[in-house]
């Protein structure tokens, strides 16, 4: 199923899901108002109210019936809408530290923490979604993990201590390729929903509860203020009465969920399993972690109080059995893997030694395509010291950098294909598109492969770096220096005027060494950022943001790499710290667009060629696949700034819409029979922009 079903079609399987919920929860409500009314019926036939002087008289009286019905529903409607509500401002870091996770921060993590911060940005990297947070559930003993989040981009990946303590690397990377499978099957997106929907069934015992308890407290005020004590006495225990019967209709209610949970999450289970599979090519690895999971001294419960609501999210089964298990049998995942299993689980399992770990993540791994050469032809990097910047001895802290030693930020650009672009050459630009389209969302171990030699690569310098505020905030300014001198200087005059002194020095320094910098390393580098940008509270990158648009507007522009970096982070951080919302998606014409594809095709033409028939020749080629024609705009018009608003109102469109711009810049980009770093980066942006994530080219 994984391998025949793509991203567009798990994006409509998504949306049929969520309309099976919806559809559950509606019976599930109807279901749980009859019951409430038929217990009020009942207490209203014993008092005699209204002349209904037995039971199936009550019960068929419409107006009871009616007013049964608004209040369950707004009382249960109410509190499934608040429920969601609160998960969408809480997010998955709300989620996570409900659960009792703590946020992983690599300058304090232990071994393990940094073996799985190692893993985790490696699968997003090779995925194309941004490098989520990363949470340990440090009072866990036993082997978990869920993911959590609304987006693709804005998810957060979680870990039990068990899983860090017991699992080797091979077996935690199987783990995390599973959530990131239900990250990019939308499957978060869905779980949050569901919490949210079931809670509302669930509240029924909550306010069974409550009538429960201030029955007594009823009677004793009624005591105390009349002294009528049988009169009391009726009251309360009808209050108590009444309570109980919303309790066990509460319960029934729980009983709903569970299924509900069942039959929306069981089949999804299934699909990340094999989804982690094709991606690590490795099934021995998560059929292990499964193995180890049914080991008795170990298994997959939850202690934290929230993880029941919750269940349906977690890797393993958090507690629950039998029939109505939100996850499938253990065995059966197991052996869906493994066929060889047996049934036979480990009788024990003990905890891997401190120096496994340091071994197993500063083990060479095996790189694979153009990921053998990475490593040689970035060693140089690795000999870059902390204090050193090349060329720029004895420059005073304040002055921009002589040209001298200015980085060719436009060389990773070059029309020419570089040494490992995805060879394409043969193949017509429809089958290429075709196959583009097929590895949004589904990312394999060559990718994979490929983001663990770039990261191996990258020295630990820019990693430290990027892993903490300072050096994170200066990195992408020092990307977003323009290699025209003149704009550079109007930029650097600008940043000294605004920025802290702090911020100066470390931007002044890492300016310098961005010379060093290959352009197939810059947005790995920047995507190492995202977290820590997403960290540094709202006030912070509200005064980051301002200072990097003052940079663009002094500059008059911006260079080719800063655009990226400020396409790859910015979008998600506005969104995250409140900034600016989430697009809706409008149904639009293709014609009413015409505007900013035209823009944003003429962009993706100038990408990949410097001969002007070649670019015409691939613009018309991207037009044609959705019927427009439109004429090339001059390369004075593709501003940095149009290419951005282009991008913001095509990311409003419906997901068919979606789907149709990207099949046509993939045909754009394959005119010519290769794609260059500049296209490939820039397809990437693009389609990080319309949630569609693109996995690296390796």
Known sequence: MAATMNFFEHQKQAKSRTALLVALYIVAMIATIFAVHSVVAGFAAGAGGEGMSDYREAWLNPQLLLIDS?????????????????????????????LGGTRINKGNADFAERRLMNIVEEMAIASGVRIPNVYVLREEPSINAFAAGFTPNSSVVAVTRG???????EELQGVIAHEFSHILHQDTALNLKLIGFLFGLEFMVLIGLFFFRIGPAFLNGERRSSGKENSGASVGLALMAFGVALMLIGLIGQLFSNIIRMAISRQREFLADASAVQFTRNPMGIASALKKIGCPNIGSKIHNSGSAEASHMFFGSVGFSGLFNSHPDLSERIRRIDPSFDGTFPKEVTKLDPMTLQNEDTTPKKPATFADRLPEQLKHLHDISAGHVPGAAGTAAGTILAGSVLPDMAAGFSAAPPSGAPAIEGASPEAVAESLLGEIGQPEVKSLRYAEALLEAIPGYWRSCAAEPLGAEAIVCALFLSEDDQRRQKQWDYFIAHAPTALQAKTHQLYGLTAQIPSTMVIPIVELTYPTLKSIGRREYLSFRQLADGMIRAGGGINPFGFM??????????????????????????????????????????????????????????????GIKADLLSAEACTHANLMKSIQILDETTDELRQRFLNAFFRCIAADGYITEREGELIRIVSAYFECPMPSFG
């Open 70 to 98: 608004l209040v369950l529903f707004l009382v249960i409607g109410g509190v499934s809408i608040g429920k969601i509500f609160q998960l969408k401002q809480g997010g998955g870091d709300g989620v996570a530290l409900s």
């Open 163 to 169: 899983a860090l303590d017991y699992l080797n690397r």
């Open 565 to 626: 970096v400020y396409a790859a982070l910015v979008r998600d951080l506005d969104h995250a710290f409140g900034v600016s919302r989430r697009n809706h998606r409008y149904s639009h014409m293709v014609h009413a667009l015409r505007e900013p594809f035209v823009t944003l095709m003429s962009h993706f033409a100038y990408a990949g060629s410097d001969d002007i028939d070649e670019v015409r020749r691939a613009f018309s080629l991207g037009c044609s696949a959705i």
